[in-house]
């Protein structure tokens, strides 16, 4: 059943690919239609050169020269004709709707001059040769060339067969020829008929495996964006939870964790020869009091205020400053020499004097201060980044012991007290 509604019907491709489907095979029959005309204005030019000269030259008395000459010219007219309209339409598939109908119906025209011209010059041929080879060649020709459905295609097979079966009793004069010329005419139609079936539905298929194709590629592209832009979500969700892994979540200020990045970046940069790192460890003075009187939330602000004042005096990729735990905050920084980093203590200092955040219970001013501990080592392996995080330690409750809002260094390990 499903071969014999693939045979009949004039457009076996889905509702939905109608109108493509319609403008692809236009485009199509008009390219072959092109190479085809051309090619058959050449050689009925060729034909017409051997008539002249074959008449003048009288070569055979019982051959129709002008006969022949007037037919090689219809066929040039009609295919100059036919050029003509291909390259005044040459992109078929912007046309209108309606233009489109009328360019089928163009096609369908040819085609049908073309079989009917073959019907002729084959009626003509029956006082010399007897043959329909002129016909049977350009039926096969259009049958095989034009993708036409099968209302299309039965115009052309109805009039030049029609012309062709009510002449030959007028230019066959043999019973037996004409009885085989009808015999062999069915049969010849019939083959080329099928062969033209065969040809539409394989094309119909060929299309429809390009649209599902076409479809399959847009999906396929599609999910590969969709795709793209899900990595892409997904690499900033990691970007921003990487990000929030570094951070203190109360200061926003890099964390411990955000360190070891600093410390590792530092002897990557440094891996050929030893550095120097400077740190500070920095506390804020009598901060459990301040919690104490004033409450978390007022301790929080505080914190947050403090850390930022301290982060807001890194100036480059070799400094670093984070909270290291509690009221407590580390500084680095890498090859910076002594006398840099005594002044950076001296500002951290005074920015968060300039703070003024009021504290009652401090022995200091009356305001939130901080105690710092320096220390500076020379680094060559990663056991050292804890000397010189326990030495800037021990100098910082040297400067807690001192009475607390000062700073206090320590170069070297000292013995214990």
């Known amino acids: 059943m499903k071969v014999k509604r693939s045979f009949f019907e004039d457009c076996p491709v889905p509702k939905c690919q109608e109108d493509e489907f319609k403008k692809t095979v236009l485009a199509e029959n008009f390219y072959r239609g092109k190479i085809l005309a051309t090619a058959i204005m050449v050689l009925e030019s060729l034909y017409i050169i051997i008539d002249k000269v074959s008449y003048y030259l009288k070569v055979s008395s019982s051959f129709w020269f002008n006969g022949y000459l007037l037919m090689y010219a219809v066929m040039i007219l009609m295919n100059g004709l036919f050029l003509a309209c291909i390259y005044k339409y040459k992109d078929t598939r912007e046309l209108a709707a309606h233009k489109r109908k009328q360019l089928e119906h163009v096609e369908i025209i040819y085609a049908t001059m073309m079989m009917t011209w073959g019907s002729v010059i084959s009626l003509m041929d029956q006082k010399l040769y007897g ?55 069915f049969i010849f139609v019939l083959i080329s008929w099928i062969a033209s079936r065969l040809i539409y539905i394989e094309y119909c298929k060929t299309f429809r495996g390009q649209v599902l194709l076409r479809q399959a590629n847009v999906l396929l592209e599609k999910e590969a964006q969709e795709n793209k832009d899900i990595n892409l979500k997904l690499s900033l969700a990691n970007f921003h939870l990487n990000k929030l892994t570094l951070l203190d979540e109360l200061t926003n200020i890099p964390n411990r964790r955000c360190f070891r990045h600093y410390i590792d970046m530092a002897f990557s940069r440094f891996s050929e020869s030893a550095f120097a790192l400077s740190i500070m460890m920095i506390d804020i003075d009598y901060f459990k009091q301040y919690n104490d009187q004033y409450g978390h939330e007022a301790g929080d602000r505080a914190l947050y205020l403090v850390a930022n004042q301290i982060n807001s005096i890194v100036k480059g990729p070799l400094e670093f400053v984070g909270r290291w735990g509690g009221e ?54 990663k056991e050292d980044i804890r000397r010189a995080i326990a030495l800037a330690d021990k100098a910082m409750y040297q400067a807690k012991n001192s009475g607390r809002n000062c700073i206090r260094n320590i170069e070297k390990d000292a013995p214990e007290l």
């Open 131 to 185: 043959e329909l080879i002129a016909f049977m060649v350009n039926m096969i020709t259009c049958s095989v060339l034009f993708y036409l459905s099968n209302k299309q295609i039965l115009i052309p097979y109805f009039c030049s067969v029609l012309v062709l079966a009510i002449g030959l009793p007028f230019f066959q004069t043999s019973e037996n020829i004409l009885i085989g010329h009808y015999f062999n005419l």
């Open 328 to 381: 407590e905050f580390i500084y680095a920084a890498v090859n910076q020499d002594k006398e840099t980093v005594a002044k950076k203590a001296d500002e951290i200092q005074q920015k968060v004097r300039n703070l003024d955040i009021p504290h009652g219970f401090s022995r200091n001013g009356g305001s939130v201060s901080v105690s710092i501990g320096t220390s500076t080592v020379f680094i060559e392996r």
